[in-house]
T-cell receptor
Framework: GAVVSQHPSWVICKSGTSVKIECRSL??????MFWYRQFPKQSLMLMAT?????????EQGVEKDKFLINHASLTLSTLTVTSAHPEDSSFYIC???????????????FGPGTRLTVT | GENVEQHPSTLSVQEGDSAVIKCTYS??????FPWYKQELGKRPQLIID?????GEKKDQRIAVTLNKTAKHFSLHITETQPEDSAVYFC??????????????FGQGTILTVHP
């Protein structure tokens, strides 16, 4: 149980175009999903916290107009990188907290990540 | 906000030896401390976690200790094997409150276990 999928697993796009990444919880409901970015040989940096049905909360320094997050259902959150540039090339990983009877679990379940390369 | 410091950045051990990775955190409200193992190009995998009401937790060759007063926690791996080689991350979060349990990660430790 507690499987999170991401699509696509990798994408190459041209500078100036937009890319959408999907994050799905396959066998549980997730009221909260998180989006992280990880550059090579670095740690995971939280970009934003996404709650179902409400606006995402962005971390300091993350441009909300560039990284559009939508969490329209309890099993799907999307991250759209708009007007992508080479410096946006990175590994993007989502995670989700499961909604259980007593609230939310503490554990976050991670997706497999999406490798974005902007040329 | 929370700040997590992790040391060492690289750790090289011989097979069978023990490995210890240490983390400190700044926010006294943090109450959940997971450890993740990440292989190249893969998702982080939870290997063990500890809550603030517990001082130590063990799962076979892996153990975690927590000192709330000093705000530090450590990962201990005994009888290391080559397949333990990976990047290890500590993290801290306040599972309740308005932060929705967001995780703050340490910088990571590259563990290499030599056969």
């Amino acid at each position: 149980g507690a499987v999170v999928s991401q699509h696509p697993s990798w994408v190459i796009c041209k500078s100036g175009t937009s890319v959408k990444i999907e994050c799905r919880s396959l066998d549980f409901q997730a009221t909260t999903m998180f989006w992280y970015r990880q550059f090579p040989k670095q740690s995971l940096m939280l970009m934003a916290t996404s709650n179902e049905g409400s606006k995402a909360t962005y971390e300091q320094g993350v441009e909300k107009d560039k990284f559009l997050i939508n969490h329209a259902s309890l099993t799907l959150s999307t991250l759209t990188v708009t007007s992508a540039h080479p410096e946006d090339s990175s590994f993007y990983i989502c995670s989700a907290r499961a909604l259980v009877e007593w609230g939310q679990t503490r554990e976050q379940y991670f997706g497999p990540g999406t490798r974005l390369t902007v040329t | 906000g929370e700040n997590v410091e992790q040391h060492p950045s690289t750790l090289s051990v011989q097979e069978g030896d023990s490995a210890v990775i240490k983390c400190t955190y700044s926010d006294s409200a943090s109450n959940y401390f997971p450890w993740y193992k990440q292989e190249l190009g893969k998702r982080p995998q939870l290997i063990i976690d500890i809550r603030s009401n517990v001082g130590e937790k063990k799962d076979q060759r892996i153990a975690v200790t927590l000192n709330k007063t000093a705000k530090h926690f450590s990962l201990h791996i005994t009888e290391t094997q080559p397949e333990d080689s990976a990047v290890y991350f500590c993290a801290a979060s306040n599972a309740g409150g308005t932060s929705y349990g967001k995780l703050t990660f340490g910088q990571g430790t590259i563990l290499t276990v030599h056969p």
